[in-house]
């Protein structure tokens, strides 16, 4: 059967790139402001585009693929593609939802209790030869805290059902009151939810419509120590006034994600009381193979004209 020609934009590992390579024609290019300079006759031949890649991808991009039919996000989030535009050119697009759940929920947790116990310091202090000099300083237990899940989607349920298991109180913001487990406690607003919470995740999906939505008048809100986790999107929270209010010593955070990556506000460089990650939540090599094998399985059912498995739009 003739191969399809397929582009992918962003960089795969060899797993997914031999895999690619043997099912299509396949293009690669590492950023999609690379694509104008692709061969017009191949960008001519271009069904669909394995995207991976944070960058903007919008209606000029796609009026470079006049035969594109499919966008297959590597990623639950999509909130890079313009998906107006797309459905203005009868472009689908599907993400890669659920199979990062765990990693992404295992990795809030881990940033939380790497910020609670100090386990950064810690591991500085032994190292460092520091603790013949005395002991480590005592920090805060975690058990039994008041967590705060802002969105609770897949991702944020998943983070919420592990918080039940170190006896946290479960709070949580989203457009309307879900159907959860007795005694989690709705907030109607984020500023609600962010006053009475000791630790804030944010799991909201990016995008225009959650743009800011950790505003200043949020972080305000929050107790004094309480701290902002957020594994969603730099752009949910008002990085400024979150450097703010870090740089002021008033609360703390653990931070996966960010605006501007990966070159971040270098203010956020010599700040304590924050653990930063490199948007890595959902960077394990299972994980990122199941995600890989979604967005091809997306892609051959594209191909073969059948349902799309995990469509957006
Ligand atoms: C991915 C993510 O690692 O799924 C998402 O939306 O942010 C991450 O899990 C990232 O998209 C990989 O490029």
Known sequence: MERKRVIAVGSYPDWDSEAMSRDYALATIARLADLA???PALRNEAVAVAYKSGASFGAAEMDLLPNLGLISNFGV??????IEAARDRGIRVTNTPDVLNDDVADTALAMMLAHCRCIPAGDRFVREGRWPGGDFPLNRKFSGGR???M???RIGRSIADRLVAFGME???HARSAKDVPAGWTFHATPEGLAAEVDWLVVALVGGAATQDYISAEVIACMPQDAVLVNISRGSTV???ALLDALEAGRIGAALDVFRNEPDID???LTLPNVILQPHQGSGTVETRRAMGELQRANIAAYLRGEPLLTPVT
Do not use: K, Q, T, V
């Not at 989030?77 to 313009?82: K, P, S």
């Open 37 to 39: 300079s692709l061969d």
């Open 77 to 82: 989030g999509y909130d890079a593609i313009n």
């Open 147 to 149: 967590a705060g899940i």
């Open 151 to 153: 969105g609770l989607g």
């Open 170 to 172: 479960i709070h949580y």
């Open 238 to 240: 008002d990085e400024a």
């Open 266 to 268: 270098p203010r956020f």
